[in-house]
């Protein structure tokens, strides 16, 4: 149904925001308040004469605030897709909300303005179109995400034209993505990360001395505990039939000099199959124990870190490591009770954690006996949390 | 001689959803060099190639409990695994056609594995093959490089999980046989475990199925640098055995080799005449 121009033409002939309520009208008798509300916030600004510059960009902002409330719009969390999960977890300390509204009011609302004659309304209604049309063609979303990788929201902000071009390059790969393209796609992708200027190997260089130094973040003493290892814990213990290698060298070697499990299983002759699953199972285990239960060899940081991360367990692997048909047995409750960065005292005695889940009804005794809760532990459970706090720690470190 | 998707009578052709290249850049844009960062783009795409294609198959999968979705140079910047819960770990290598002459397979990816998939990639990045797939091997016969000729229908790999889950299944139960099981190999995981009995289990005629049973728990205890008698008095009480109980090695491998037996008659249990198609 077309409607009646109340408004002189602008001075190019076409009123945009006739336009725009052109194309809004057929949503003029749905049941929504909030499409209604839209409609007439339109109506109201396209009633004013283009002459009245003031009045009529007051009433633009009136309908640009509606944007805000928008049911769709983007929001950090709302319903997060796995990759905004992935990066949430990476950058937990990020306030991505502050971002999300910075992006929001400084690039995507001006872009709104001056892009409204492109906003075609598909959609059965027309403030989630609308909220679409923002999220995607205006790309709040992808912005949002560009920002909470980089961390720099600023480049989101101020650079927004090379960011596009940036973009329409990935956009051009990602539509028809080849094998020959991809190494330049990656070489361009690795040189945002890397500080303007630097060249591609002298990054590499400097990124390993980092990764090395980063490596070495369990504090010099550490470092020097491990190296003396004064209580001769770690030299006395080594796999089977292989005295040389040593719980200490293997430490040294493949934790704090990150040197290749395949070609440290080389040097001393162990098959890579033995070597690998005796470190995850025994060394890993062995190693953790003497990280936890001696003291200061982390900062407090980073033991809240690890006690976030076994409290949350975001990935479930504590939690599903449970004894069969017990899972309140599991290897999270067992860490929570066991390890001493979760008390001060000396480790819950496992006679008593066993009373305490009897007395939940977690588990009929006998179904499990004490000795067989510590060996779950032992065996099982502990080695899955270490190799999981040495997982998180080392990312963290990269990161 | 390099190969082309038209040798593989069984491959499945697959359009990727825009997903998996997003994720590829993502992670390959963290490494520090193009050539890991293309691998790790390919390794991504792998993954998430089968991540679907289970997905099509009504087969959960769970790529963020996966290793290949955390690659960084401090552990695994080749990982390419994928988690199916309930049934372990499956490798998702690429292969590049046009350029491979045989599926390759890592040092780092046989530990901890219970399939091993070929991922076919020509120019076009979009669109993936999914060539076949390989069983775990006994840990005497493995090889980095292994002829395409060897890899098994992609149709099939659903059952093959399927199969490997009702194993696991029994293998974690507190059976009185699965309990002796895990006593004496500890060296593997459950998951690839039950993998190395699948093999022996499918690959053997019915003769042989008992020694082959006997090599996995005899080759697992050996791996630890164990004999088989000092494998059983880790835990007598397990083999009904006293800690004074004075039996000699042959006595042991005789404890085992019926431990193998009765793993057997489980194993007919569960997975019954079924045998794997050869191609």
Redesign the interface.
Same mark, same amino acid.
């Given at each position: 149904m077309p409607i009646t121009i109340q408004n002189p033409a602008q001075p190019d002939g076409i009123d945009l925001w006739a336009n725009v309520l052109n194309r809004m009208m057929p949503y003029k008798h749905n049941d929504q308040d909030l499409d209604q509300r839209l409609i007439a916030l339109v109506e109201a600004i396209v009633q004013i004469p283009p002459d009245e510059v003031e009045q009529r960009e007051a009433a633009i902002d009136r309908f640009l605030g509606m944007i805000y409330c928008l049911p769709n719009l983007y929001f950090p969390g709302k319903k997060e897709t !796995? @990759?905004e999960?992935?990066l949430r977890r990476q950058f937990p300390e990020w306030d991505r909300e502050a971002v999300r509204d910075r992006i929001l009011t400084e690039v995507v609302i001006p872009k709104a303005k001056a892009k409204i004659h492109e906003f075609y309304p598909t959609g059965k209604y027309l403030a989630p179109t609308l909220g679409n049309w923002v999220n995607r063609k205006l790309r709040l979303y992808y912005k949002c995400l560009d920002a909470y990788?980089n961390r720099r929201p600023d480049a989101a902000l101020d650079n927004d034209q090379d960011g596009a071009n940036e973009r329409l390059e990935?956009e051009i790969f990602?539509a028809?993505?080849? $094998?020959?393209d $991809?190494?330049d796609?990656?070489?361009q992708?690795?040189a +945002?990360?890397r500080p303007e200027g630097m060249s591609?190997p002298l990054? /590499?260089e400097v990124?390993?001395g980092i /990764?090395n130094v980063l490596?070495q973040t369990p504090t010099q003493r550490f470092i020097t505990y491990v190296k003396d290892d004064p209580q001769g814990v770690l030299r006395a213990k080594s796999?089977?039939? &292989?005295p040389a290698c040593t719980y200490q060298v293997l430490i040294q070697r493949i934790f704090l000099n990150?040197d290749d +499990?395949?070609a440290v299983?080389k040097e001393f002759s162990i !098959? &890579?199959?033995?070597l690998? !699953?005796?470190y995850n @199972?025994h060394v890993c285990p062995a190693f953790i124990q003497r990280l936890i239960l001696e003291e200061g060899f982390f900062d407090p940081q980073d033991y809240d870190k690890l006690r976030h991360y076994i409290d949350q367990d975001p990935?479930? $692997?504590l939690q599903n490591c449970y004894k069969?048909q017990m899972p309140k047995v599991n290897a999270q409750f067992l860490a929570q009770q066991r390890l001493r960065i979760y008390r001060e005292a000396d480790p819950v005695p496992f006679e008593d954690i066993w009373n305490s889940l009897i007395q939940q009804q977690a588990m009929a005794p006998s179904r499990l006996d004490c000795d067989q809760l510590e060996k779950f532990w032992v +065996?099982t459970a502990f080695p899955l949390v270490a190799q999981e706090a040495l @997982?998180v720690l080392? &990312?963290d $470190?990269?990161v | 001689m390099t190969i082309t998707v038209e040798q593989f009578d069984n491959a499945i052709s697959l359009e990727l959803p825009q997903d998996a290249q997003e994720w590829a850049r993502l992670f390959a844009a963290k490494q520090g060099d193009v050539a890991t960062g293309k691998q790790v783009y390919l390794n991504t795409l792998a993954v998430y190639a089968l991540h679907h294609y289970l997905a099509q198959q009504s087969i959960e999968s769970d790529l963020e409990q996966s290793q290949s979705w955390y690659p960084h140079a401090l552990s695994a910047p080749n990982a390419a695994d994928l988690l199916v819960p309930g049934v372990g770990r499956v490798e998702c290598r690429p292969v590049l056609l046009q350029a491979a002459t045989a599926f390759e397979i890592p040092d780092t990816a046989w530990d901890d594995r219970v399939a091993y998939v070929a991922i076919g990639i020509e120019e076009r990045l979009d669109r993936v093959y999914l060539l076949g797939y390989l069983p775990v091997r006994s840990p005497d016969n493995l090889m980095q490089s292994i002829p395409f000729t060897q890899l098994l229908p992609m149709a099939d790999l659903p059952d093959h999980l399927h199969f490997l889950q009702e194993g696991l299944t029994w293998l974690e139960s507190d059976d009185e046989v699965a309990v002796q099981v895990r006593e004496l190999q500890e060296v593997y995981s459950l998951t690839h475990f039950v993998a190395q009995l699948e093999t022996a289990y499918n690959e053997t005629e019915d003769v042989f199925q008992d020694s082959r049973i006997a090599d996995c728990l005899s080759g697992a205890a050996s791996e630890m640098g164990l004999t088989a008698r000092e494998a059983v008095l880790k835990s007598p009480a397990t083999f009904g055995l006293k800690a004074e109980d004075d039996l000699s090695e042959e006595d042991m491998e005789d404890m085992v080799g019926i431990l193998a037996e009765d793993v057997l008659d489980k194993l007919r249990q569960i997975w019954g005449n079924r045998r794997r198609r050869v191609t």
């Open positions: !796995p @990759r999960q992935f990788q990935w990602a028809n993505p080849t $094998l020959s $991809l190494e796609i990656i070489a992708d690795q +945002k990360q591609a990054f /590499a990124a390993q /990764a490596g796999p089977p039939n &292989y990150q +499990k395949t299983a !098959p &890579y199959q033995n690998n !699953p005796h @199972r990935l479930g $692997l069969p +065996k @997982r080392a &990312y $470190l990269e | -």
